[in-house]
């Protein structure tokens, strides 16, 4: 008998464990408690798709290379299924910069170095129809799981879980129960009172998120991607990205620190919002009048945080049975777009593990090790931009503060060294990308002794002779003054 994987949540985490197990010949179930989305198309789901269970659904997504490898190299026809509905290949041409152009020479990395980009509604409803499809898969919607059954014992051992659905509560027995329910899982509790010890790292990441959606009118094209203007940057007391949808639709992020009251309090309002868009010269390109149209209304997302928790410290399982995949083992900042990445790749750990060994305690201990050299390194380095984010916020924010000599050493060597050679060397900036998108330790370019010359060379140079991008925007006082809000 092929084992029983019983799946909690079927958002992508979940299917992203039914993608990596099915090829298997495990039996696969996705218990979901959202109802299933509707019969229409990328549109239709946007509009409609209930989703009490995923809080990001409306808000800006796009896939990393990892990721869209995963999916190129091991469901081709998924890849093509995304293609056909509308979702977009990013490739590394349109951002080049002029500096770029004039030595940029094709190499075989740059078919890796892409991003899939759409809705996320449109991502999710493709992928959950493909999964659908495959063998041994079957997915059940409008089930609440109500609890783990859990046998005690000196290590707890999970069997199955106990289930609200149309006919009543239901028992399910599973060989292997897999929590991809997220930030909503109310798991770790359970497996806590039974008496597994969960050590768990959490903090704030510090920011509240904010998105709203356009769409091109009839003939209208989207700015070209390698304009001087950037669509995405970091002004200290406000981040924003442009991030190309699916179907002439796109999407704008702004994300703001916590303490930044008076202008998220604002920008919840869409004519707010869209006059905050507006100075910013790389997203006012998008939402010129005659270019494209609001189409909803401004998504916020808060109590973000980066978290760590490991079900087998010190090298020894916590529990049996169990395993957490994507926000349920590791959650991060979701202005980084690693969280559909780490989960992919831990569903690809766990199938490692499972594969590797039939002893329960092994497979979690494999399973935990292939985390934490597979998504630790990001999580670290992600927390701790997070945490400097934090300080210059403050920073900002605090009458005739000034950083540290420390810090001021720290900015002059990322922008006027790292930034200024990752805009004028396309072999930088491929070095760079690898590490953004996962595909080899997002410090290690840095390290080697070649990119490390060419960084300190760029920041030794005067600054006349480097290419700086223009001014992303006004200054938080002038942002402040102009929206009326000083």
Known sequence: MPEKVLVIGAGMAGLWVALALAPTGREVVLLDRDPPPPEGG???AFETWARRGVGQLRHSHAFLARLRLLIRDQHPELLAELHAAGCRDLGLEGS?????RKRYRPEPIDDDLVILTSRRTTLELVIRRY????PGVTLRSGVFVRELLVESGPTPRVTGVRIDGGGGTEDLAGDVVVDAAGRTSQAIEQLTAAGATIPEEAESAGVIYFTRHYRLRPGAEEPPRASAAPSNGDMGYLKF???????????IT?????IEESLRQAVVDPAVFDAVCRLLPGPARWIEPNRAEGMSRVFGMGQ????????APEGRAAVLGFFAVGDSLVRTNPLYGRGCSFAAVGAQGLRDALDATPDPA????????TARSELRPYFEVMRDSDRSAIRR???????GAKPSLKGRIVKSFLDDGVAIAIREDVDILRAFLRGFHMLEHPQAWLKRPGNLAKVLAAWARPRRTKAYPPKLGPDRSEMLATLGLA
Not at 131 to 134: G, I
């Open 42 to 44: 990328a549109d239709e």
């Open 131 to 134: 999964v659908a499809r495959l």
């Open 96 to 100: 080049l910069t002029a500096a770029h």
């Open 362 to 369: 092994e497979r979690l201990v494999r399973y935990s090790q």
């Open 254 to 258: 702004l994300c703001l620190p916590e």
């Open 241 to 251: 990205g442009v991030f190309p949808g699916d179907n002439g639709w796109f999407s």
């Open 393 to 399: 916020a403050r920073l900002t924010m605090t009458p």
């Open 304 to 311: 973000l945080e980066s978290r760590w928790r490991d079900y």
